[in-house]
């Protein structure tokens, strides 16, 4: 089987965006912020940029090496797209017969679940990473940041918390749902 020569894949790095390349290493910094990641383990992988672009690249490429392009042209897109507009995951809370009441602790970096289902104990959700901020607007809970991996973990860890177990999911359709997701209005 016949190996690809030279692939490669182009980022577009819009006005009011820096972004620092050192070796593998990725730095993107805008109006909302900086976000930072490290390549490292992309080997035969480069990484340049060329005037307003940045291109991802590689040589004798095999299935693996293709597909660690785009990965990571993917990456520094959505590290462009924080670091300008942000994303918001937007969760909605659901309950039919005890009331729910939602927490945020900001000092502890966690989620406070109270009263699901009856219960007496909290249910706990941790927030990722510094940089992501939640609120709860009436029975709505909006998660926000700029990277996207923290936030959609963030929203994620919400969901699994207000997991219903050993009740039929039909009956019992309490809990925290991810309803809406996107960029940050």
Do not use: C
């Amino acid at each position: 089987m016949a190996r690809a020569v030279h692939v490669f894949k182009e980022v577009v790095v819009p006005k009011g965006v820096d972004v620092e390349i050192n070796g593998l290493f990725v730095r993107v910094s805008g109006p909302k912020g900086v976000l930072e990641r490290d390549f490292s383990h992309a080997r035969g992988v480069l990484l340049k940029k060329e005037d307003s672009r940045v291109v991802v690249e590689t040589y004798f490429a095999r299935r693996r090496e293709k597909a660690l392009v785009g990965t990571i042209a993917a990456h520094i897109k959505n590290m462009i797209h924080g670091v300008t507009k942000g994303y918001r995951y937007k969760l909605k809370i659901v309950y039919s017969h005890f009331p729910v009441s939602v927490v945020v602790d900001e000092k502890e970096r966690i989620i406070r679940i109270k009263n699901f289902l009856g219960e007496k104990a909290d249910r706990i959700a941790r927030i990722i990473g510094d940089d992501v901020k939640v609120r709860v607007e009436g029975d709505d809970v909006i998660v926000e940041g700029i990277d996207k991996e923290h936030v959609g973990q963030t929203a994620a860890n919400i969901e699994l918390a207000t997991k219903v177990k050993d009740k039929d999911r039909r009956v019992f359709g309490d809990g925290i749902y991810i309803y809406d997701w996107g960029e940050e209005e």
